[in-house]
């Protein structure tokens, strides 16, 4: 039988001393770090903000003269978006659409174009929506800078009072549902759980409106365009599904 020399055997054990020290150190199986935040899935949120637009009125009356206003149409403004995203790498592609109520609106009188009559006029943005699309690049894991861009759709209102000076009063409106483009960008955040909290700028031109209005007899005898822009700004916040 061999006997290993004292030598050997305090090597050994000083090595066996120092390889325990350092399983010691190591981390238990159950400290595994979370996942990288993920933006791709569905989400839902709901937002608030503020617009300020303008309306832009002009009309013209065959052997008269013309009239011509532009007015602020400002307010409130708040609504739902859903949409889904797709991240590949530090990019991000996605979609959104929204629905907006609107209390953007603006009253404004001003001398009419014959002697004695007035022209008042109510200009108001009932609701609107748009329908985009997003690419955005990650500065970090979880704040995401994005460009979006597509269709903007909303009900313009108007209405207009014409009071001649010994006559009376008359009355009407106008209302439609117009279709135009929209541009912005924005920033979003993520904070955990599946939330995360945006704030976007938009440019909505939702176009021009032309009529006109005529008689067998008389031809042309007004003709009229309205259009309406306007510029948003919105806080939101989101909850994402799937990943």
Request: glycine share 16%; net charge positive.
């Amino acid at each position: 039988m061999r006997f290993l020399r004292p030598g050997v055997l305090a090597a050994g054990a000083a090595t066996l001393a120092t390889h325990g020290a350092l399983a010691a150190d190591l981390p238990p199986p159950y400290r595994v770090p979370p996942p990288a935040y993920t933006w791709s899935g569905l989400y839902l949120g709901a937002n608030i903000g503020y617009g300020w637009g303008s309306m832009k009125y002009e009309a013209s009356l065959t052997g008269v003269g013309a009239i011509s206003s532009s007015r602020d149409v400002n307010g409130v403004i708040g609504g739902v978006q859903s949409g889904y995203n797709y991240q590949l790498g530090m990019w991000v592609f996605g979609y959104e659409s929204d629905i907006q109520a609107s209390g953007q609106h603006k009253s404004f009188t001003f001398p009419g174009v014959l002697p004695g009559t007035t022209v008042t006029t109510d200009h108001k943005l009932d609701w609107f929506g748009t329908a985009r699309s997003r690419l955005g690049v990650l500065a970090t894991p979880s704040i995401l800078l994005y460009g979006t861009a597509g269709v903007a759709y909303g009900q313009v209102k108007e209405s207009a009072t014409v009071t001649v000076t010994g006559v009376g009063t008359a009355i009407g409106s106008f209302k439609d549902v117009k279709a135009g483009w929209t541009a912005g960008a924005g920033i979003e955040g993520a904070f955990g759980g599946g939330w995360s909290a945006k704030l976007e700028y938009l440019y909505i031109d939702l176009g021009k409106t032309e009529h006109t209005f005529a008689t067998p007899a008389l031809g042309t005898v007004a003709s009229e365009s309205r259009r309406m822009i306007d510029n948003i700004v919105r806080v939101g916040v989101n909850y994402k599904w799937g990943g």
